[in-house]
């Protein structure tokens, strides 16, 4: 079956469990759907269009038969950022760019699913992901607190929108004060000790309630507004195509952080169901919702770990609960669109702080540093600064740079943290346990390791090649220049394999080791390693190769000291 995959073998005795697991989705998603269209800097309902497509066309290509698909904080605010860049143009219309940017987003995925590129969802490791979402959160948190005290906020990027705010504390609306402030505690109670209950939409039927009792809008506090009932114009979004390709870069940024995100959550449930998910489909199913939403005049959808936890929660065994919610979105926009309409922008400000405070992931970033100042072996402690340098740096790029540069920043950064790990691997100096049978271990974690005098064992903890030829003859060359060395073993054992600038680099060392008086062997069968240095090597350094450490120790030792043209006798 090419489409619907996630609904084969379905029981009808999962229906009701489906349909219950639907109605407490749409619960959640309507208020958050409202409030993330107000991140893209789009009218509220634009979230609900986004909605019905989005959901029933993901089920059709998507693998994951729990993953919700909807508008999220991150891509939302991603979207407002990119569309703000080309906005600027004249007669430009945020509403049909903002669409367009879902075409062309869903555009990219399909093409991406199609030529099997899931992988490339490795390539945003979690640090950067972490940073970047916690950059992201704080961004949109302070851009949300303005409505949440009814002042004007400023525009920019993180540390000038927070002026702007300090700015006008001076000028804070009481009534939205007083109406923002509670919504927000309710909520973080709800979803704290009440995980179940759909806490956005009982915070905004009391919000709504509010706003007709008291007239709030009279006292100065902001509301929706209209809201058009019905369902959107549905076709192509009408955009220049030279608009449309302004929209590239940023949609590809889009794609690649809403599939990581919703990867993540649809792997989680299958784990727990036990099935798999397949990140090809998954990129065709994103593809898919993205094209269905943008053609119905909404905004970027992608995976959601929030929504798709209420669904799992709910007890929902496939994609039928994602239909249903879908059906259950189309009646809210013919009919119930108008209960939404003297919603206070506070409450809707108190929604989105809500559902994005839980991404402040202070605990993470300092599990990262805690990691960082932990004692470890020198090819660890490089790979745990890198991890926490490159989540500090999407961190940083997102709230000095923006959120999409702030994103490439962390990529960046990781990218070029990897290749410094990658030149500078770790040399493990080795010695053999007392008392076991050719067990070989690194002195710096086992001191009591023995050593045979003149004789140093080493192990490259790495592949070896022009990254890092050069770092690894000087380390050898070091202790092969120490007095009294006769010889130098090189376990290459961790050394999956070799190119022709390594396998050169070999040769040379064992040269001007010799002529020190040194022998370099190599120990271990060594496979791929063997066959390039045959190839590429000398052949006395490929006769060199021992089948283990002991016995390529013995042969030095077996031989008379000598001494080379430039070293001492031992």
Not at 69 to 95: E, F, Q, W
Not at 255 to 269: D, H, N
Not at 334 to 352: D, M, R
Request: one cysteine or more; aromatic letters at 6%.
């Amino acid at each position: 079956m090419l489409v619907f995959r996630s609904l084969t073998g379905y029981r009808p005795a999962w229906l009701g469990k489906d349909v219950v697991a639907g109605m407490t989705v749409w619960a959640v998603l309507v208020p958050e759907a409202l409030a993330y269209a107000t991140i893209a800097g789009v009218p509220p309902v634009v979230g609900l269009y986004a909605a019905p497509a989005a959901l029933v066309l993901y089920a059709a290509f998507g693998s994951s038969r729990h993953l919700v698909v909807g508008p999220m904080s991150a891509t939302a605010a991603l979207s407002a950022a990119v569309v703000a860049g080309v906005a600027s143009r004249p007669g430009s219309d945020a509403v049909v760019l903002t669409a367009g940017l879902a075409v062309v987003a869903g555009v990219i995925a399909v093409g991406a699913g199609l030529l099997r590129l899931g992988f490339l969802a490795g390539f945003i490791s979690e640090p950067v992901l972490k940073g970047f979402i916690v950059g992201l959160a704080l961004t949109i948190i302070v851009g949300q607190l303005p409505k949440l005290l009814g002042v004007d906020g400023g525009d920019g990027e993180f540390f000038e929108k927070l002026w702007a705010l300090i700015g006008h504390l001076g000028e804070v609306n009481g009534w939205s004060l007083a109406v923002g402030v509670p919504a927000l505690l309710l909520v973080l109670v709800f979803m704290r000790y009440l995980p179940l209950v759909p806490a956005s939409l009982i915070v905004v039927a009391c919000g709504v309630l509010a706003a007709v009792l008291l007239g709030l809008e009279d006292r100065g506090v902001a509301v929706v507004g209209d809201i058009e009932p019905g369902l959107p114009s549905i076709g192509v979004p009408a955009l220049a195509l030279g608009d449309y390709l302004a929209l590239v870069a940023g949609g590809a940024g889009i794609v690649l952080v809403g599939f990581s995100e919703g990867l993540g959550a649809a792997k989680t449930y299958a784990a727990k169901a036990g099935y798999d998910v397949d990140p090809n489909r998954e990129l065709l199913g994103l593809g898919a919702a993205n094209l269905g939403a943008g053609l119905m005049s909404g905004m970027v959808v992608n995976g959601s770990l929030s929504k798709t936890a209420v669904n799992g929660t709910a007890g929902a065994r496939s994609q039928v609960s994602g239909l249903v919610v879908s059906g259950l979105t189309i009646v809210t926009l013919l009919v119930l669109t108008p209960l939404f309409e003297q919603l206070p922008e506070p409450v809707l400000a108190a929604v989105v702080i809500a559902a994005v405070i839980e991404l402040v992931d202070v605990g993470g970033l300092r599990e990262l540093f805690r990691v960082w100042t932990r004692r470890l072996g020198s090819i660890y402690g490089v790979a745990a600064r890198a991890d926490f340098l490159a989540a500090l740096a999407a961190l940083v790029g997102v709230l000095v740079f923006g959120t999409l540069a702030g994103l490439f920043v962390g990529i960046a950064m990781s990218a070029l943290l990897l290749l410094y790990r990658a030149s500078r691997p770790n040399l493990a100096i080795l010695g053999r346990i007392p008392g076991e049978t050719q067990v070989w271990a690194d002195v710096a974690r086992h001191p009591g390791a023995e050593q045979t005098e003149g004789v140093s064992v080493i192990r490259v903890e790495s592949g070896l090649f022009f990254a890092n030829a050069e770092h690894v003859r000087s380390g050898i060359r070091e202790v092969g220049e120490q007095p009294g060395m006769r010889g130098v073993v090189l376990d290459v054992e961790t050394v999956p394999f070799v190119d022709v600038t390594a396998a050169r680099m070999l040769a040379a060392l064992a040269r001007d080791l010799d002529a020190k008086g040194v022998r370099l062997l190599l120990a271990r069968d060594v496979g791929q390693v063997r066959d390039v240095l045959r190839s590429a090597g000398p052949a006395d350094l490929v006769h060199d190769v021992h089948p283990d450490l002991d016995t390529a120790v013995r042969e030095v030792t077996a031989r008379r000291p000598s001494t080379g043209s430039g070293g001492d006798a031992d």
